[in-house]
């Protein structure tokens, strides 16, 4: 089992900038490809950027490339996304996700999730 705990979401002004933490719990963090979903009201969750087990590979969402950064550090159990450039469409749950294969966790379907933090962008 691998838990997973999100951290650092919030309420800021459009154009303004976040980092959201997951910290991880359990079975070997470095085993696994990481990702970072959202989900907006009435909305399905969505895909935002993925990160290879090592770190050497991230993969995101058109809708927030140059915006979004993922990355990850194994020796604090921890992936981050930062945030730069905040829209008020950027407002959802934020989740992490972790799964051994990194399709699955682009196709949503990660074994382990987080419980996911609020961002609300404002105008």
């Known amino acids: 089992q691998v838990q997973l705990a999100e951290s650092g979401g919030g309420l800021v002004q459009a154009g303004g900038s976040l980092r959201l933490s997951c910290a991880a719990s359990?079975?070997?963090?470095?085993?696994?490809?990481l990702g970072w979903f959202r989900q907006a009201p009435g909305k399905e969750r969505e895909f935002v950027v993925g990160?290879?087990?090592?770190?050497?590979?991230?993969y995101g969402a058109d809708s927030v490339k140059g915006r979004f950064t993922i990355s990850r550090d194994n020796a604090k159990n921890t992936v981050y996304l930062q945030m730069n450039s905040l829209k008020p469409e950027d407002t959802a749950v934020y989740y992490c996700?972790?799964?051994?294969?990194?399709?699955?966790?682009?196709?949503?379907?990660?074994?382990?999730w987080g419980q996911g933090t609020q961002v609300t962008v404002y105008s």
């Open positions: 990160i290879s087990w090592s770190g050497g590979s991230t």
């Open positions: 359990g079975r070997t963090f470095s085993n696994y490809a």
């Open positions: 996700a972790a799964d051994v294969f990194r399709s699955r966790v682009v196709a949503g379907n990660a074994d382990y």
